[in-house]
């Protein structure tokens, strides 16, 4: 059956807006000419942003999927003495920004400032990212699968290898993406690690001499580097269905058993948590008690909180919604058409959020002038930059949803929306409050797009924390970093039970 006419309208709007900064780094990428645009390129600065990009991207997220990966297999498929625990710390390092993480360690050591230790505190800040939706899928694996495979003779990494992965790679695959194209956005962290690429290159051009054509230019890289990231894993996705209408077995697997090997994980365990929270939090401490230029003003502070709030509930909510349609489509729906929707909603977030501010200004300029320095265009950015993370969590949970039941219930006489309301969204409801966390996490730390879309006068934490750190206010800009962990504690501890459902 096909799509709605209405359902693929709607999803061409969503995607034509998420093209919207691709289309102004393009018209602004014009002005140079091919000789000029080519004659930047070949600048020995540029390869060397190149290179740092490229070894970050493949480093970062290979680190991310093995601690990720190892995490989740670990606390749902072996007798680790208090498994609950640690799935919360596995979970935990979403509720501390990236640039707060950086911080952290910057204000501990500066031997952090180099490759090693930008690989470090990317993959510190973004394995969750790769852990939940692995435990997820470890969940709702039918645990028959891996007895067959060990009644065959079979060891626990062989059936790992060649059963547990194949079965969850697309849980894996999804949240290695993510992590690819946070890592091609990632602006604060990096700055504050004195780590150069093509993001922190961005932000230097617009703030030095501001050059919109050659940074556009390099933004356009960035965009080059996510469409190699998406072929790569919808080549890796395939095209096999995985729904199913039963749950599967509903006993759990028997627990592979740890022996001497106990004390040895749960030493990596306690160095894992210790790297990605004791030393953030520690900083965090120290700097609140001794810092020289503390000094709270609670009235700021409760003004930036509750902004910041505001701000991630309505962009949580609001990327939630336009990710239904787009992954209706996707899953329901293939054909090209679909498929070039949903990859379209990617490509805006492999640039940084200064890029995309610029965009929507300028076009909200010339053509909407109402919509400029509004709320309205403010939640517009954050659905182009955050999009991904609802559609890969929507995706991951409407996948496994089987076509059948939707059959049935028309059958029955039901229309499309019936079947939508009564069969299909009810079925897919925590994969939908996993979105809207995992996007209101990311509206409550984003920096470079709110610094230009924000009403005038309008602060958030992420952004007072950014002013003060910057300034090397270490003691000024702790409390608000404070505050933005606060605030993410809700949505972490609700993407932890999520991804613990029973199936």
């Not at 692995?134 to 709702?140: C, I, N």
């Not at 965090?284 to 509750?306: H, K, P, Q």
């Not at 990710?323 to 058409?337: K, N, Q």
Request: proline share 6%; with cysteine.
């Amino acid at each position: 059956m096909g799509a709605a006419p209405a359902l693929v309208l709607l999803g061409l709007a969503i995607a034509a807006l998420t093209l919207v900064p691709l289309g102004y780094v393009l018209w602004t990428t014009a002005d140079l000419g091919a000789g000029q645009a080519a004659d930047f390129l070949w600048r020995p600065r540029i390869g060397e942003l190149l290179w740092n990009t490229v070894r970050l991207l493949v480093a970062g997220v290979l680190l991310s999927v093995v601690v990720g990966v190892a995490g989740a297999w670990v606390i749902e498929r072996t007798d680790l003495p208090g498994r609950g625990w640690w799935h919360g710390l596995m979970c935990a390092p979403l509720a501390v920004p990236a640039f707060v993480n950086g911080w952290g360690w910057v204000s501990t050591t500066h031997a952090v400032q180099s490759f090693p230790g930008a690989v470090m505190v990317v993959a510190l800040s973004y394995f969750p990212l790769v852990y939940l939706p692995t435990v997820a899928a470890l969940r709702r694996l039918d645990p028959a699968v891996e007895e067959v495979a060990t009644a065959l003779g079979k060891g626990p990494w062989q059936v790992f290898l060649r059963v547990t992965l194949p079965a969850i790679s697309p849980a894996v695959l999804g949240g290695a993406l993510l992590v690819g194209l946070h890592l091609l956005a990632e602006y604060g962290a990096l700055q504050l690690l004195n780590y150069p690429t093509l993001t922190t290159a961005i932000l230097q051009q617009y703030a030095t001499v501001f050059n919109g054509p050659s940074a556009t230019l390099l933004a356009l890289v960035l965009v080059v580097f996510c469409l190699l990231l998406l072929g790569l894993e919808l080549l890796l996705r395939g095209r096999r269905q995985r729904a199913r209408v039963g749950a599967g077995a509903s006993r759990e697997i028997p627990p592979v058993r740890l022996g001497r090997r106990t004390p040895a994980v749960l030493l990596a365990l306690v160095l894992l948590t210790v790297w990605s929270l004791g030393v953030p939090v520690a900083a965090l401490v120290r700097w609140l008690v001794r810092g020289t230029s503390t000094g709270i003003d609670l009235g700021e502070l409760a003004g930036a909180g509750s902004n910041t709030l505001l701000f991630a509930v309505l962009g949580g909510l609001t990327a939630t919604a336009a990710a239904v349609p787009v992954v209706w489509l996707a899953v329901r729906h293939r054909s090209w058409i679909t498929t070039a929707i949903e990859r379209s909603v990617y490509t805006a977030s492999a640039m940084p959020g200064i890029v995309i501010a610029l965009a929507l200004v300028t076009v909200s300029i010339r053509v909407v002038p109402s919509l400029y320095q509004t709320l309205a265009l403010l939640i517009a950015g954050y659905l182009i930059l955050f999009l991904p993370r609802a559609v890969v969590s929507v995706r991951s949970t409407f996948e496994l949803v089987p076509p059948g039941l939707e059959e049935v219930a028309r059958s029955l006489g039901c229309s499309g929306p019936e079947v939508a309301r009564r069969v299909t969204l009810p079925l897919v409801v925590p994969g939908l409050a996993a979105a809207a966390s995992l996007v209101a996490l990311a509206v409550s730390t984003e920096l470079t797009a709110t610094l230009l879309l924000a009403p005038i006068g309008t602060d958030t934490l992420a952004t007072k924390f950014w002013s003060d750190a910057s300034s090397v206010e270490y003691g000024a800009a702790a409390p608000y970093a404070l505050a933005l962990i606060v605030l993410s504690v809700p949505s972490t501890w609700l993407l932890a039970r999520l991804s613990t459902r029973s199936r």
